[in-house]
């Protein structure tokens, strides 16, 4: 079954608490990407790779970090640098480049913190 | 900086009324347009897409969306909502950022179905 998975469903962070948000990909694309989703806001870029061993700051990547070290995983981190993490967090791939990219979305994380 | 815009953050309908969601941006070169929607509980899926040809793009579930270069806008239609269509949409432009295709997402519009 081809997609985008996304792991833990729900998760909780203490105050000071660095946490990993799982994403893999079987669809064999080149480009992973993260968007924060907050009510009324839409969605918003925090990081993302065209490539393994490459990542590129978004629009909001302050307090999160990622890494790239295989084609199918794109992990992020979110730290307690992250002064509001409480968001619902969304990955994304696509084939990259092209005049006709288009990314498909997986099933989210939704981060709280306690 | 290009932006999208939804004009409105919450439609209600009864059943089998006409929708129209409206959705412009800002940005005078060339663009990808797609609509993408969220049902309660699930992924954010594609709706429909326009890359170029036709303006007239129709996507799944009795969706279309028209693309109107004059007006910077690509607003969505279906002509006879369900109470199945009650989900948030959103509408997003493909533009080109630092040799990638950026993709921007407007603040979207939640669509609430009465039976």
């Known amino acids: 079954d081809g997609g985008i998975t996304q792991s833990p469903k729900y998760l909780f962070r203490k105050e000071g608490q660095n946490v990993t948000l799982s994403c893999e990909q079987n669809l064999n694309h080149d480009a992973m990407y993260w968007y924060r989703q907050d009510p009324g806001q839409g969605l918003r870029l925090i990081y993302y790779?065209?490539?393994?061993?490459?990542?590129q700051k978004g629009d909001i990547a302050e307090g999160y970090s990622v890494s790239r070290e295989k084609k199918e995983s794109f992990p992020l981190t979110v730290t307690s640098a992250q002064k509001n993490p409480t968001a619902f967090y969304l990955c994304a791939s696509s084939v990259a480049g092209g005049s006709q990219e288009t990314q498909y979305f997986g099933p989210g994380t939704r981060l709280l913190v306690l | 900086a290009q932006s999208v815009s939804q004009h409105n953050h919450h439609v209600i309908l009864s059943e089998a009324a006409s929708l129209e969601l409206g959705c412009n941006y800002s940005?005078?070169?060339?663009?990808?347009l797609f609509w993408y929607v969220q049902y309660p509980g699930q992924h954010l899926q594609l709706l429909l897409k326009y890359f170029s040809g036709d303006p007239l793009v129709k996507g799944i579930k009795g969706f279309e969306a028209e693309f109107i270069k004059s007006k910077f806008s690509f607003n969505l239609r279906k002509p006879s909502v369900q109470w199945s269509d009650t989900a948030e949409y959103f509408c997003?432009?493909?533009?080109?950022?630092?040799?990638?295709?950026?993709?921007?997402f407007g603040a979207g519009t939640r669509l609430a179905v009465h039976p």
């Open positions: 997003a432009v493909t533009s080109i950022s630092g040799g990638y295709n950026k993709l921007i």
């Open positions: 790779s065209q490539i393994v061993n490459d990542f």
């Open positions: 940005y005078g070169g060339t663009v990808n």
